[in-house]
């Protein structure tokens, strides 16, 4: 401990369960010291005239740079007694701690802030030997290889004009050339030329595609339908509109044939190596689905062992996350009706700040940590969702220590997860893959805890078997070019808005 450190005075203000306050009180003899000796170190660079360089008289460099250097002296003073604090009272901070300065004290005055914090709490040990568990296993039979051929195919689809007098209906492609108007007078970005849908696909306005089903190629309609009230374009948010559609081209799915033909445009030698290589996604995805409903089952044995306070913080950061997620385009008067479970979803995210805190503590006493390698192909792999700022995202991994351990939680989790299932008793039961999936939905014991297993990965949730599909980025991208897209697409948001700053440094390592 410095001596800068001895002379500053700690007063504890508040213990409360796991809320800490202390009041420091930093003299001021410190921060002048500080003061005078970056004058010090400036003093060589500083430049003025009638002056030789590096002979400028203390006084004057305090009279031109006192006021910043006072300021810089503060704050490190500031980072230096939070840290001392930290480490004296041996502190495991929750969350970034509050610092309150209040007003800046005057020349010669002692410099007193109150600190604020939630801590890490004390985790009970749990039995984490001979956990019993049950492994539901399904093969990839050749059924369910015939069925990822058949879908495959259906990927590969391409769309070919249809006969004349074939009435689009869901899955047809529907081209078209559109006017918007709203009480009469057209909108901006209301028309388009040449726009493609596919009836079916969500991509309009809730209405929109409804009103194409059964029209013929050369077919003039008039769409009436009315905005969303949250519809991004405030101007004709809510209002209704009118669409003068010109259906210039009808075109019909035509899906290839499950043949060795099929095999060669994908770039294989041969429907049978086709079939291989499907059985190994299948496998693994089958395989993904058995870890899906261990891990719950581990999750559920593990939150029933233990029963401590969790900070109120990190719930709230957790809930935060979770209410984002699950609210993410609704509308307000969804989000007013989805008020009503808010105790539910703060339940959830306690039971989840809880299991983090568990499996952290778990990892740990194990010994169970991600490599630099791990972290650095993680990092890679954040980067390349980025392009053209791979660099920077590198930079803000490197100095975000919490955005770091972010990123790392979710391997750091899975690890912990490998850890235990490698001590539990395990036995072993074949299952069709309904039957899997009807275990899991039912770990989904209510239509909440659902919802969010279906919004994000979690410390008790594992999205595989429950996510819903989303679109491709072609889809988006598609969606996006016209105003009538229901949900235009996003750009992705950097990291720093993405991980950093969630609080949940203390649910994984580190």
């Given at each position: 401990m410095t001596k800068r450190a001895q002379s500053m005075h700690i007063t504890e203000t508040l213990n409360e369960g796991l809320k800490r306050g202390f009041s420091l009180r930093i003299p001021a003899a410190d921060i002048d010291a500080r003061v005078e000796r970056a004058i010090a170190e400036v003093a060589p660079r500083v430049r003025m005239p009638g002056f030789r360089p590096g002979k400028v008289p203390g006084n004057l460099i305090r009279r031109m740079h006192g006021a910043a250097l006072r300021q810089d002296a503060i704050r490190e003073a500031l980072d230096e007694g939070v840290k001392s604090l930290i480490g004296e009272r041996q502190l495991r901070p929750a969350m970034q701690p509050s610092v309150d300065i209040g007003?800046?004290?005057?020349?010669?005055?002692?410099?007193?802030?109150?600190?604020?914090?939630?801590?890490?709490?004390?985790?009970?040990?749990?039995?984490?030997?001979?956990?019993?568990?049950?492994?539901?296993?399904?093969?990839?039979?050749d059924a369910a290889i015939e069925a990822a051929l058949l879908r495959l195919a259906e990927q590969q689809k391409r769309f070919i004009e249809a006969k004349k007098g074939h009435e689009a209906r869901v899955g047809d492609l529907v081209v078209m050339d559109f006017i918007g108007t709203v009480d009469g007078v057209p909108f901006e970005g209301g028309s388009g030329t040449g726009m493609e849908v596919e009836l079916g696909s969500g991509r309009l306005i809730p209405g929109f595609e409804d009103q194409l089903e059964g029209a013929e190629a050369g077919d003039k309609r008039t769409v009436k339908l009315t905005i969303p009230s949250d519809y991004p374009a405030a101007a004709i948010a809510g209002k209704d509109a009118e669409f003068a559609v010109t259906v210039t081209a009808v075109r019909v799915?035509?899906?290839?044939?499950?043949?060795?033909?099929?095999?060669?445009?994908?770039?294989?030698?041969?429907?049978?190596?086709?079939?291989?290589?499907?059985?190994?996604q299948v496998q693994r995805e089958l395989d993904g689905l058995t870890r899906t409903y261990m891990k719950r089952k581990l999750l559920d044995h593990l939150a029933g062992e233990v029963d401590f306070e969790v900070p109120p913080a990190m719930v709230d950061a957790e809930f935060q996350t979770i209410w984002a997620q699950l609210t993410e385009g609704m509308s307000d008067e969804e989000k007013a009706s989805a008020e009503a479970d808010r105790a539910d979803y703060l339940r959830i995210a306690t039971r989840r700040v809880r299991l983090g805190l568990l499996l952290s503590d778990i990892g740990q006493k194990a010994g169970v940590a991600v490599t630099n390698a791990e972290m650095s192909r993680l990092v890679a792999e954040e980067a390349a969702r980025y392009p053209g700022q791979e660099a920077e995202v590198r930079k803000y991994f490197a100095d975000n220590p919490m955005a770091a351990a972010q990123l790392r939680a979710p391997l750091f989790e899975e690890k912990v997860v490998d850890h235990l299932l490698a001590k539990a008793r395990i036995t072993e039961r074949r299952v069709t893959r309904a039957e899997l999936e009807a275990a899991i939905e039912s770990e989904d014991e209510t239509p909440i805890a659902r919802k969010v297993a279906d919004s994000q990965p979690s410390h008790d949730r594992d999205d595989t078997a429950t996510a819903k599909p989303r679109r491709t980025t072609k889809a988006k991208a598609a969606a996006a070019a016209s105003p009538l897209a229901d949900e235009p697409a996003k750009t992705p948001r950097k990291p720093a808005r993405t991980r950093a700053d969630k609080g949940k440094a203390g649910q994984a390592e580190g």
């Amino acid at each position: 401990m410095t001596k800068r450190a001895q002379s500053m005075h700690i007063t504890e203000t508040l213990n409360e369960g796991l809320k800490r306050g202390f009041s420091l009180r930093i003299p001021a003899a410190d921060i002048d010291a500080r003061v005078e000796r970056a004058i010090a170190e400036v003093a060589p660079r500083v430049r003025m005239p009638g002056f030789r360089p590096g002979k400028v008289p203390g006084n004057l460099i305090r009279r031109m740079h006192g006021a910043a250097l006072r300021q810089d002296a503060i704050r490190e003073a500031l980072d230096e007694g939070v840290k001392s604090l930290i480490g004296e009272r041996q502190l495991r901070p929750a969350m970034q701690p509050s610092v309150d300065i209040g007003a800046l004290p005057a020349e010669g005055e002692d410099l007193v802030v109150a600190v604020e914090m939630e801590v890490l709490p004390d985790v009970p040990e749990v039995a984490t030997e001979g956990i019993a568990l049950e492994r539901l296993v399904v093969e990839a039979d050749d059924a369910a290889i015939e069925a990822a051929l058949l879908r495959l195919a259906e990927q590969q689809k391409r769309f070919i004009e249809a006969k004349k007098g074939h009435e689009a209906r869901v899955g047809d492609l529907v081209v078209m050339d559109f006017i918007g108007t709203v009480d009469g007078v057209p909108f901006e970005g209301g028309s388009g030329t040449g726009m493609e849908v596919e009836l079916g696909s969500g991509r309009l306005i809730p209405g929109f595609e409804d009103q194409l089903e059964g029209a013929e190629a050369g077919d003039k309609r008039t769409v009436k339908l009315t905005i969303p009230s949250d519809y991004p374009a405030a101007a004709i948010a809510g209002k209704d509109a009118e669409f003068a559609v010109t259906v210039t081209a009808v075109r019909v799915p035509e899906v290839p044939a499950v043949d060795e033909e099929l095999a060669k445009n994908l770039g294989l030698d041969s429907l049978e190596a086709l079939r291989e290589i499907l059985k190994d996604q299948v496998q693994r995805e089958l395989d993904g689905l058995t870890r899906t409903y261990m891990k719950r089952k581990l999750l559920d044995h593990l939150a029933g062992e233990v029963d401590f306070e969790v900070p109120p913080a990190m719930v709230d950061a957790e809930f935060q996350t979770i209410w984002a997620q699950l609210t993410e385009g609704m509308s307000d008067e969804e989000k007013a009706s989805a008020e009503a479970d808010r105790a539910d979803y703060l339940r959830i995210a306690t039971r989840r700040v809880r299991l983090g805190l568990l499996l952290s503590d778990i990892g740990q006493k194990a010994g169970v940590a991600v490599t630099n390698a791990e972290m650095s192909r993680l990092v890679a792999e954040e980067a390349a969702r980025y392009p053209g700022q791979e660099a920077e995202v590198r930079k803000y991994f490197a100095d975000n220590p919490m955005a770091a351990a972010q990123l790392r939680a979710p391997l750091f989790e899975e690890k912990v997860v490998d850890h235990l299932l490698a001590k539990a008793r395990i036995t072993e039961r074949r299952v069709t893959r309904a039957e899997l999936e009807a275990a899991i939905e039912s770990e989904d014991e209510t239509p909440i805890a659902r919802k969010v297993a279906d919004s994000q990965p979690s410390h008790d949730r594992d999205d595989t078997a429950t996510a819903k599909p989303r679109r491709t980025t072609k889809a988006k991208a598609a969606a996006a070019a016209s105003p009538l897209a229901d949900e235009p697409a996003k750009t992705p948001r950097k990291p720093a808005r993405t991980r950093a700053d969630k609080g949940k440094a203390g649910q994984a390592e580190g």
